[in-house]
């Protein structure tokens, strides 16, 4: 939800005859769009799209005119709103207009921040008012003298410990806990609406302007604590850090009616009020009430503080981060959470915090921090309720992540071996947009020349299937020649500890059988069947029956010598050393025959490979045309990735598989990431992931790892 919206939205839940005294944002919103933004002096931001302005010599070039600045050349105005204006007579105009507009909107926005600053005073005598006769009432019952009392000037706020006048106390509480989240939204509203202004005038108003509220709501608001202090603890309400220990349960239950009677009419400050019997009470009351109650109290119970974001920019060599924390630490503020990004010279620090007290003071000692290091900040106040709102099951806030709802992380993975060029990226990220996706990260993988290689981090809505959105990206995908893999991004994405391959046309370039009949002079014969079963047209039991019946009567020896010509496929030998360094299980299931499998799994340093068995002649000097033991077809390869997932004691979440064939789709689905590599056209549309690049050492950029993270792995001995 807009901030609009948002803001028009809770003012409407306080009392009526409140609603005169909020700073009327609409109204200073729109005095900003018609008379400042036309005038900025930021023209580029101002102008519509198109304008610009050209650099037009008044002489010719060479002249020996030696006239001013101006008449040796003007930056002409092409814009048609102002043909023939140059550019100091349009910035010199603009600021003509601003001299009298500025004014105005400060005039204006004063105006109703001292509208905002009168409520607010007003109510909070009244609360000291009726607080004084809470201590008259207590004196009253107990025969003491008053002591402690509260006045204008303020003073410790104590309650005898005989006050009994839980009615009275829960007015004042309550009219407390509203006039703080008035004032709350309030304070929301006067930066957005300065940060606004800043925005389209071109100017920077809000650190000086912010700099004159120092001291125009902050004593008030000191009184105001001490009092809500003071009147929780008579009302026996637990504060926020009790109710998160393991007492939390009986703490709710062992509280009186009375007490729980507080709780709902601050929980209906901002709306109805709740009776006593309600059936909220009953359910806080109940055996089951949660062990977690942070949603039980009203957010102006839990903290006192405001939720603040706050990021620095400058040149990187000063001490941005320093600053930051300094002023952090002064105000005693509760880091949150944190950023750091470095853009080439610049370091930009963000954090996100929660501040006590009175905003201002930290506002000022940030701005004197960011002028010294000559650095640009940003200071955003969040609304606690606005907060909670942007937050799901109470999941906490982070920086780097898109502040929604109902929202799912994934990985996408982008690959093209010929360079991702800026017109893919393009559209990538409007079709990733018009599907309501948001990039939270982006990250480059590769260290090429040019870029071949990014990982995005991506905020996805519950209700888009992954099933139906994996194919969308497909047929994106086929557009561009590149490659979208998009898997989950959870904990297993970068915890797997076992990478199974097929052999054929995966981790070798060669189809073993096809070899194998070159050299007994069958190849027509046998390819043509190993291209139907790796196409999914015939059963692939049968067609191995059939490619090796055809083989009968091959010497042996011929196995020997496909060894000699087997060509690995690009990336083979990177990318199992890469893995064995990290300590990876790598095994090879191969449809093909266990002599080549086992030279293979030599060559590569795996420590596992399965294939089918030929059988051999009574002297072992030739193929009968038939195997032995349990064919590796499709099934068998997904039973053989459990079993050396079990033997490793490796979850199936921690194992990726590696395939192109039909043969190898079983085993593709069983693993958590599942790779065709290069595959045929069937497997390609029911894989889930997919590479069409030359080289496998692609498989490292789908498990999260960049090319110099490889390049470490690939160092190690």
């Keep these: 939800m807009r901030f609009p919206e948002y803001y028009e939205k809770e003012i409407k839940a306080f009392p009526e005859d409140w609603l005169s005294y909020f700073l009327e944002y609409s109204k200073l919103r729109d005095f900003i769009r018609i008379n400042i933004h036309p005038n900025s002096v930021d023209l580029l931001r101002s102008n519509p799209s198109g304008f610009s302005f050209s650099w037009s010599p008044s002489i010719p070039d060479g002249s020996d005119n030696q ?36 004014p105005e909107f400060i005039k204006q926005l004063d105006s109703n921040i001292q509208v905002v600053s009168n409520w607010y005073k007003k109510i909070a005598k009244e609360i000291i008012a009726l607080s004084e006769q809470l201590f008259d009432q207590a004196n009253l019952d107990t025969g003491n003298e008053k002591k402690d009392q509260v006045s204008s000037e303020g003073k410790v706020f104590e309650f005898s410990e005989d006050l009994d006048n839980v009615s009275l106390s829960e007015a004042v509480l309550s009219k407390l806990i ?130 603040v974001a706050v990021s620095l920019r400058g040149p990187h060599g000063t001490d941005i981060i320093g600053s930051v924390l300094e002023c952090c630490s002064k105000y005693n503020c509760k880091l949150l959470d944190f950023s750091l990004s470095r853009y080439h010279h610049d370091v930009v620090f963000g954090v996100f915090i929660s501040v006590p007290g009175e905003l201002i003071s930290f506002y000022n000692l940030l701005v004197q921090k960011a002028r010294r290091w000559d650095g640009e900040l940003s200071f955003d106040v969040k609304s606690s309720n606005l907060q909670l709102k942007q937050i799901a099951d109470g999941r906490e806030y982070r920086l780097e992540e898109a502040p929604y709802l109902n929202r799912s992380k994934f990985v996408a993975t982008v690959l093209s071996q010929n360079g991702l060029g800026n017109d893919f990226l393009n559209h990538f990220v409007k079709w990733l947009l018009e599907k309501k996706i948001s990039v939270e990260k982006m990250r480059r993988l590769d260290q090429s020349s040019f870029l071949k290689c990014i990982e995005f981090i991506l905020s996805v809505p519950e209700e888009i299937s992954s099933s139906d959105l994996v194919q969308d990206i497909i047929m994106f995908s086929n557009q561009y020649g590149a490659d979208i893999a998009f898997q989950p991004d959870n904990v297993f994405r970068r915890q797997k500890r076992l990478v199974v391959f097929d ?67 690009d990336g083979a030998h990177e990318l199992c050393k890469s893995l064995k360094a990290a300590g990876f299980k790598l095994a ?130």
């Excluded at 008449?71 to 601003?98: H, I």
């Excluded at 067609?543 to 009968?552: D, E, F, G, W, Y």
């Excluded at 039973?639 to 033997?647: H, N, R, S, T, Y």
């Design 178 to 307: 509203l006039i703080e989240e008035f004032l709350i939204i309030n304070f929301v509203a006067i930066f957005k609406i300065l940060k606004r202004f800043d925005k389209h005038s071109g100017l920077k108003v809000r650190g000086p302007y912010v700099a004159r509220l120092t001291n125009l709501f902050g004593p008030t608001s000191a009184k105001l604590v001490q009092l809500r202090a003071s009147l929780s603890k008579h009302l026996n309400l637990p504060d926020y850090a009790q109710l998160q220990n393991s007492e939390s349960k009986s703490l709710l239950r062992n509280r009186s009616a009375n007490q729980i009677y507080v709780k709902n009419i601050i929980d209906g400050s901002l709306s109805d009020i709740k009776s006593p019997d309600s059936i909220a009470i009953s359910q806080i009351m109940s055996e089951d009430a949660p062990q977690d109650i942070s949603n039980v109290l009203p957010v102006s119970l839990k903290t006192n503080d405001h939720h």
């Design 503 to 569: 052999m054929d046309s995966t981790l070798i370039q060669q189809e073993v059988i096809d070899e194998i009949a070159r050299h007994a002079g069958i190849v027509e014969e046998v390819s043509s069947i190993t291209e139907l079963a790796m196409q999914g047209k015939i059963d692939f039991k049968e067609s191995l029956a059939r490619r090796t019946s055809l083989l009968k009567g091959t010497p042996v020896s011929v196995l020997k010598e496909i060894q000699k010509i087997i060509t690995f496929t």
């Design 67 to 102: 006239g001013s600045a101006v008449e040796r050349g003007l930056q002409k105005d092409v814009s048609p709103q102002t043909q023939g204006e140059t550019f100091e007579a349009t910035f010199s105009k603009r600021l003509s207009s601003l001299s009298l507009e500025v």
């Design 588 to 717: 090879v299931i191969s449809g093909g025959f266990i002599p080549l499998a086992k030279y293979v799994k030599n060559e590569l340093g795996l420590d596992y490979a399965f294939a089918n068995q030929l059988e051999t002649s009574i002297d072992g000097m030739y193929l009968t045309g038939n195997t032995v033991g349990p064919i590796v077809d499709a099934e068998r390869k997904a039973e053989l990735l459990e079993v050396i997932a079990q033997a490793e004691g490796v979850s199936l979440n921690q194992v990726v598989a590696v395939g192109d064939g039909a043969n190898d789709l079983k085993m593709l689905a069983r693993a958590s990431l599942g790779i065709a590599f290069n595959a045929k056209i069937k497997v390609q549309e029911q894989a889930r992931v997919r590479i069409n690049q030359a080289s496998l050492l692609n498989v490292l950029y789908l498990m999260g790892y960049s090319e110099q993270e490889a390049l470490q792995l690939q160092s190690i001995d």
